[in-house]
């Protein structure tokens, strides 16, 4: 059966970012789960959308910043799903800090986004994810034909998720505002070239980014081109 994507954008002030609900005949999937200010919106998409404590199998977080990550825990809760993300990355939300395992060099965006969570109710509700995922870890006992991609240059424990069908959920390695481009932060220079090196080698044909619309993976390889 073909996997359906179901594309749920979380908006506030700061800006939009994508989820993801991955659906088959087996269950559901969530990939990200967007700003906590906005939860009563995502739960309401998430239940029309035929989310239960009986189907919803998984959690996927691509990184740990927390306009993906701001409605995790509570969502682990009401909807009894696991939580799962790189371990690179774990320490953000163990710890309550998007930039704990960042370079030191991004002050004063550390600073204005440490000023404006404090405002704007946004402050991240610490936890502690259930399972570690990395490179070529598949989805299949979770139903689903899939396979994760370690993609670090974003975070250093960046993940995207692969379906067999040629879809790519990247996390922040690439946006779509306005064109295909590279995140809005980008960590490691070295280790984000080398991501979308990787990213050339597969068989990819559309890229589902956090932020902006999906495209077609031709539209990446003709501008690096």
Same mark, same amino acid.
């Given at each position: 059966? =073909? @996997?359906?994507?179901?594309?749920? =954008?979380? &908006?506030?002030? #700061? ?5 993801? #609900? ?11 789960? +967007? ?15 035929? @989310?239960? /404590? ?11 910043? !927390? *306009? ?18 790189? %371990?690179?990355?774990? +320490? ?27 405002? %704007? ?7 502690? /994810?259930?399972?570690?995922? *990395?490179?070529?870890?598949?989805? %299949? &006992?979770?139903? !689903? ?12 424990? %960046?993940?995207?998720?692969? =379906?067999?069908? +040629?879809?790519?959920? @990247?996390?922040? #390695?690439? &946006?779509?505002?306005?064109? /295909? ?5 980008? *960590?490691? /220079?070295?280790? !984000? ?8 080698? #597969?068989?990819?044909? =559309?890229?589902?980014?956090?932020? +902006? ?13």
């Amino acid at each position: 059966m =073909t @996997c359906e994507i179901e594309i749920i =954008t979380v &908006e506030n002030f #700061l800006g939009k970012v994508n989820c993801y #609900l991955l659906k088959k005949d087996t269950g559901f999937i969530l990939i990200d789960t +967007g700003w906590s200010n906005k939860r009563e919106y995502l739960e309401k998409e998430l239940e029309n959308l035929g @989310c239960s /404590p009986d189907n919803l199998k998984l959690i996927i977080l691509t990184h740990g910043d !927390f *306009d993906h990550s701001g409605n995790s825990a509570y969502l682990s809760r009401k909807f009894n799903a696991k939580i799962a993300m790189h %371990s690179d990355d774990s +320490g953000m939300i163990e710890q309550g800090d998007m930039f704990w395992n960042r370079k030191k060099a991004n002050v004063l965006i550390r600073i204005t986004i440490k000023a404006l969570s404090g405002i %704007s109710g946004l402050k991240p509700e610490k936890f502690k /994810p259930d399972l570690n995922l *990395d490179e070529g870890n598949d989805l %299949s &006992e979770y139903g !689903f034909d899939a396979k994760v991609l370690h993609v670090p240059g974003h975070s250093k424990g %960046s993940i995207g998720i692969l =379906t067999d069908e +040629g879809n790519f959920f @990247c996390g922040d #390695l690439l &946006e779509n505002l306005n064109k /295909p481009a590279p995140g809005s932060i980008i *960590d490691d /220079p070295g280790e !984000f070239n080398s991501s979308i090196e990787k990213l050339g080698g #597969l068989k990819i044909k =559309t890229v589902y980014p956090g932020h +902006g619309k999906p495209f077609p993976m031709e539209l990446l390889i003709i501008k690096n081109r």
